[in-house]
């Protein structure tokens, strides 16, 4: 046990765990993922919102096996290696925020950070401009770390908290498999299904399913964070994380070349858009909501699993933030921006500064 | 004397960001620093020996880890 613990927590851990990644995700792609989004926690998630029926947008619905498994993997690992700790308290309703703000800008860019890298491994060159905005806005997030911003303490608390997100993650998992995809019908049972679009690209559901807690494992045992990644190099010029981001950019370029699955350029690229500054803005706002809650979105599926109910709180954030983003026109679509896309941006800016400039150490 | 840092409960990288910070600011030959989850054990090890200091005690205490680094001699 000892043994694997340092493996993945040493360099090479990092960058064997991203590697991995790189190739599940393109080959999940392969296996019939959208194109470019063999995994993306903003996209499934809101996917996931989708078929729950929280918003009606009726090309994103698929209760995405990925994500289920990602809490239960890592819940897995946690157990295994004695890291299970229930834990939580730390201003739970100031994190749900900066996860709804997070979804609505990840969606504005079409993709959180994950799915970045990974559209610039598909040739996606949009991504340039959202990776750009995702560093400037994790910049911002390190300053008011730097001047001594802190969501505070977490405590330890009664194992209930912990369980619960995992426990939902069963529930989902029971709803996939009692109401199963039906060919050409958009409803089975509660679940919605897409009949076209991104939400109705999937690959097999338990390929999916153990994908995610293959990862789940390994992300929960090397703490693999693509937030974590850009804000170390930035705050501290420490580059353990970013090792593992890279490992996943380099690796699932290189199965896309394999597999024809690369093809560079902005226009036309698999559900993107080319609004550049849109692009940066959303991805800006993902960004420093992403480094106010202390970790990307996968992270925060991990840390739940791990049983940190603030991440808890954060990932049901992102899951109202995407209803909110498709019931009130705040997502973009391969055509551009939505309609009220652009306030969305500036007023989740607004909330992610004022949650910034008032949540510090008090004497 | 050693310099003594309570991280428990912080998000990252606060934990990171406070042993860096008691370390700029001159700490003593002893630093301890108090976490409450492996992940944190693990980045305030990386970090503290980046800037010479060696781990030389984990002691499982309360929930969570007492981490005692001594500075390295150049």
Redesign the interface.
């Known amino acids: 046990m000892e043994g694997i613990k340092a493996f993945f ?1 040493s360099r090479r851990g990092i960058i064997a765990v991203g590697l991995a990644i790189g190739v599940i995700a393109a080959l999940l792609q392969k296996f019939g993922n959208p194109a470019n989004m063999g995994i993306c926690v903003a996209c499934f998630e809101r996917d996931m919102a989708g078929a729950l029926g929280l918003h009606r947008a009726e090309v994103v619905q698929y209760l995405r096996p990925e994500i289920i498994g990602f809490v239960l993997g890592s819940l897995v690992a946690a157990l295994a ?1 004695k ?1 299970f ?1 229930p ?1 939580g308290g ?1 201003a739970p309703v100031v994190r749900f925020v900066l996860g709804a703000f997070a979804m609505i800008g990840a969606l504005v860019f079409l993709g959180c950070p994950w799915r970045a890298v990974l559209r610039l491994a598909g040739g996606d060159g949009n991504a340039l401009l959202g990776l750009a905005g995702l560093t400037t806005g994790i910049g911002v997030g390190a300053l008011f ?2 001047n001594g911003y ?7 608390t009664s194992a209930a908290a912990g369980w619960l997100l995992p426990l939902i993650m069963v529930g989902f998992l029971v709803l996939l498999l009692a109401n199963p995809q039906v060919a050409e019908q958009a409803k089975s049972g509660v679940l919605f299904y897409s009949l076209k679009g991104p939400g109705a690209a999937h690959a097999p559901l338990f390929l999916s399913l153990a994908a995610g807690l293959l990862i789940g494992v390994l992300a929960q045992r090397s ?1 693999f ?1 693509t937030m ?1 990644a850009i ?2 190099l930035l ?2 010029r ?1 580059t ?1 994380l970013l090792g593992g981001f890279l490992a996943l950019l380099v690796a699932a370029l290189v199965t896309n070349l394999a597999l024809g699955q690369f093809h560079w350029g902005f226009d036309k690229q698999p559900v993107a858009h080319s609004q550049h500054l849109w692009n940066f803005a959303g991805m800006a706002l993902a960004g420093l909501a992403f480094a106010l ?3 990307c979105p996968g992270r925060q599926l991990f840390m739940a699993g ?1 049983g940190d109910g ?1 991440a808890a709180v954060f990932v049901f954030g992102m899951i109202v933030g995407a209803a909110f983003a498709h019931n009130f026109g705040l997502a973009s679509s391969p055509a551009g921006i939505g309609p009220n896309g652009m306030a969305a941006v500036l007023v989740g800016l607004a909330a992610c500064l004022f949650i910034g400039f008032t949540m510090r150490k008090t004497a | 004397m050693a310099t003594t840092i309570d991280a ?7 934990p ?2 406070l042993t ?1 910070e008691a370390i700029s600011a001159g700490a003593e030959e002893q630093l301890v620093v108090l976490v ?4 944190s054990r ?2 305030v090890t ?2 503290a020996s ?1 800037r010479g200091y060696r781990s030389s005690e984990v002691k499982a205490e309360d ?1 969570g880890y007492r981490l005692t680094f001594t500075k390295s001699r150049p």
């Open positions: 927590a290696f890291e700790r834990r730390s770390l730097k802190t969501l505070g303490r977490a405590q330890k703490r964070c974590g804000r170390d705050l501290f420490h353990h809650a202390g970790g791990e603030d | 428990r409960g912080l998000s990252c990288p606060q990171v960001l860096l409450d989850t492996d992940t693990e980045n990386r970090a980046s929930d």
